[in-house]
Every structure is written in structure tokens, then in C-alpha cells.
């Protein structure tokens, strides 16, 4: 299907509106669930846009700006993974891998903007120096309206002005190499859930982990809203349990620092 030059035009505002959330990190809407869901809605399929949204948004669940590092752009791949399933009639999950360049190419758009933006910071300091708030806000506005005018415009570019040229791409590829992306697409959701369990799992919370798995992978639901209501379960329970633990902490070394113990009683 075609993206029409109204439907670009919004998927172009829509990226500028992200892209200042992507800067200040703010209202968190620049995270490919959401991007992925607006993109959905705009193009007309909101359930195609649903379900790229969760794979995306999986493989990108343990990539995280840390310092001066940049990992490849959310935005982008949210966007163009709608956009090429949309077009081209793929799957998500091989239009995951066929999205990925734009999101490389933004990744080194927005490299290269924290360098060029390093021309800012003396006149920054003068400015600071001179408690001169107005020319102070401006200077610091206006590499976010850069940014943010440059994500509308590559997403134009990319969904709308090069969209025949991409689907001719697309239909011209092997089936073996349409196959691969296929299946690079469907490891990546579990690469990106990898990342991030590396990082945030703790060995006592290793049985929830496996009890979550044989019950999204063994047992047949419609959707996966019991294994959420689970999950929610567990964590409710983990939490009451750690404050119940922390209260029992406070009491022992307030006892402590009282000069009392177990044989007094407490």
C-alpha cells in the first residue's frame, strides 16, 4: 500500500514531536512502542502498528544512551519498521531487520549533531558568565529545534519520497536474503530482552523469570493479559514482601542503637 503525501506530512510531525521528547527525555513517547503505535494509527493499521511495536520495542529494550554513547535510533526504526510492513506486505519481524539502516543512519546524524553542537558551548559560557538568561534559553533551544526539524525531515524523506524506490528494493531481494532479515528480525527482540536482563536481573528473582517462561511458552492463551495479571501478581508480591523485610531491618537497628537485642524481647 501507498503512503499518501498527507500521511507524510503527519508522520513528519510526528517524528518532530518525538524527536524533542527523544532530546529531553521526557514524556518517554519516543520509545518504539509508541512511535510504532502512532505510526500504525496514521497509516490506517493499528494492529500492524501494535505488534511491530512490541517487537521493536523488545529489541531496543536494553539499548540505552549511556554517556557519550549513542545506540541506534528508536525513532527511526519504530517509524520505518510501520512504514516497510505497511508498503512492501512483509511481516514485522523481517521489517525490523530491513529498518534497521535508517535507524544506523539517524544514530550517526545525531553523532554527528553532538559534535557540531560543541560550537554552542562557548558562547553558552559567555552567556552564563553574563547571566544573560534570554540569549542563555535561546542558544540552548535551538539545538533541539534542529534536531527535532531533522528528524521530520529524514522520515519524510524515508517513508514518503522514497517509498517506490524501497519497495522496489524489497521486491527485487532474494528470497534467501528477504528470509534472513526474517529471521535476524525475530532474534532480535530476544537479543534486546537479553541486554537488558543482563543488567537488571538478580539471582532471586530467577524463579519468577522461569516461571514466566513456561507460562507464555507451554500453556495456550487467547492473549498474553493472564501472564501480565501473573506478573503483576508476583511483583506485588516481591514488593510487600522486601518492605515487610526493610520495616523488620528498621526495627532491629533502631533496637540496636538503643543497646537492646533478642533478649529483651524484640
Known amino acids: 500500500m501507498d503512503i499518501t503525501l498527507t500521511q507524510g506530512i503527519i ?7 518525538c524527536g524533542f521528547d527523544f532530546w529531553l527525555e521526557g514524556l518517554y513517547i519516543f520509545r518504539p512502542m509508541i512511535v510504532c503505535t502512532l505510526t500504525g494509527i496514521i497509516l490506517g493499521d493499528v494492529k500492524m502498528g501494535v505488534m511491530a511495536g512490541g517487537l521493536t520495542e523488545l529489541a531496543f ?12 535510533n528508536p525513532i ?4 520505518m519498521t510501520v512504514v516497510i510492513a505497511h508498503t512492501t506486505g512483509h511481516n514485522p519481524a523481517t521489517s525490523i531487520g530491513l529498518a534497521l539502516p535508517f535507524s544506523f543512519l539517524m544514530q550517526y546524524i545525531i553523532l554527528f549533531f553532538y559534535s557540531s553542537f560543541s560550537v554552542f558551548m562557548g558562547k553558552a559560557d559567555k552567556y552564563a558568565a553574563e547571566a544573560d538568561t534570554k540569549a542563555f534559553g535561546r542558544i540552548t533551544i535551538l539545538p533541539m529545534i534542529i534536531v527535532a526539524l531533522t528528524y521530520g525531515i529524514v522520515v519524510f524523506l524515508c517513508g514518503y519520497i522514497a517509498q517506490e524506490p ?3 528494493l524489497v521486491a527485487s531481494m532474494p528470497g534467501w536474503l528477504s528470509h534472513g532479515f526474517e529471521i535476524a528480525g525475530g532474534i532480535l527482540p530476544a537479543v534486546g530482552f537479553g541486554l537488558l536482563l543482563k543488567v537488571m536481573l538478580k539471582g532471586k528473582f530467577m524463579p519468577y523469570l522461569l516461571i514466566g517462561f513456561v507460562v507464555a511458552s507451554f500453556i495456550q492463551f487467547g492473549n498474553l493479559l493472564p501472564v501480565a495479571v501473573i506478573g503483576v501478581a508476583a ?8 518492605k515487610e523485610k ?3 531491618e528498621e526495627k532491629l537497628a533502631e533496637s540496636a542503637a538503643h ?3 533478642y533478649e529483651d524481647g524484640i
Request: hydrophobic share 45%; net charge positive; charged share 10%.
Open 246 to 248: 526493610q520495616k523488620l
Open 61 to 72: 529494550a536494553g539499548l540505552t544512551p549511556a554517556g557519550g554513547t549513542q545506540p541506534p
Open 76 to 79: 527511526l526504526a519504530g517509524v
Open 166 to 168: 524501497m519497495k522496489h
Open 11 to 17: 508522520l513528519a510531525l510526528v517524528a518532530i514531536i
Open 259 to 261: 543497646g537492646g537485642g
Open 235 to 242: 511483583a506485588l508480591y516481591q514488593f510487600y514482601n522486601d
